[in-house]
């Protein structure tokens, strides 16, 4: 069966700008998370959705933002860009988010802040 | 509170080798722990999980990590280095709260396998 899909996989903005990325779970999966990469703090954990709600928060800035369709897909806005947004942006999926339940990542967005 | 260490960013072995990456986790109830591979300009992949069932734990690729609980470890192996393993591994445990869940990863470790 397909994985997680995310689009776009590259982009690049300029400061100010807003970003939406999108996430398509693994089919039958409810729950979709968000992580952020970067080589100086590594993988960090944003948001999780799950029945369009959010469930979970990270340790992001109110310009981070998410949300979740009844379909299970989900986008997330970041606004206002600054240069340190520039990451690899990871969606995962997992059947109900509970414990014991295994999660699985896409290929990630890479976003470029210039 | 959930954490985890990666002992060691960097571990270089020759082909045929066999590799160790080490884990330690810090958890307040029983751990579900993960590991993942990242390959340039990739995303994660799932090598392996343990969920209780087994101490030893094996994964794709011919990867297997063992379950200590006493050394709260879950150090990852395998028997002999394929140059196609080369890449960054990370360590997870899983952070769990009623139904949500979120990964606390380790900094990673970046394998280099030469020939």
């Known amino acids: 069966k397909a994985g997680v899909t995310q689009t776009p996989r590259y982009l690049i903005k300029t400061r100010g700008q807003q970003v939406t990325l999108s996430c398509s779970p693994i089919s039958g999966h409810r729950s979709v998370s968000w992580y952020q990469q970067t080589p100086g703090q590594g993988l960090q954990f944003l948001f999780e959705?799950?029945?369009?709600?959010?469930?979970n928060k990270g340790n992001f800035p109110g310009r981070f933002s998410g949300r979740q369709f009844s379909n299970s897909r989900s986008e997330m806005n970041v606004s206002t860009l600054e240069l340190g947004d520039s990451a690899l942006y990871l969606c995962?999926?997992?059947?109900?988010?509970?414990?014991?339940?295994?999660?699985?990542f896409g290929e990630g967005s890479w976003l470029t802040v210039v | 509170a959930q954490s985890v260490t990666q002992l060691g960013s960097h571990v270089s072995v020759s082909e045929g080798a066999l590799v160790l990456l080490r884990c330690n986790y810090s958890s307040s109830v029983p751990p579900y722990l993960f590991w993942y591979v990242q390959y340039p300009n990739q995303g994660l992949q799932l090598l392996l999980k343990?969920?209780?069932?087994?101490?030893l734990v094996k994964g794709i690729n011919g990867f297997e990590a063992e379950f200590k609980k006493s050394e709260t470890s879950f150090h990852l192996t395998k028997p002999s280095a394929h140059m196609s393993d080369a890449a960054e591994y990370f360590c997870?445990?899983?952070?769990?709260?009623?139904?949500?869940?979120?990964?606390?990863f380790g900094t990673g470790t970046l394998l280099a396998v030469q020939p």
């Open positions: 997870a445990v899983l952070f769990y709260g009623g139904a949500t869940n979120k990964l606390i």
């Open positions: 959705y799950f029945s369009e709600t959010q469930r």
């Open positions: 343990y969920t209780s069932a087994a101490t």
């Open positions: 995962a999926s997992s059947r109900t988010g509970g414990e014991g339940n295994t999660i699985y």
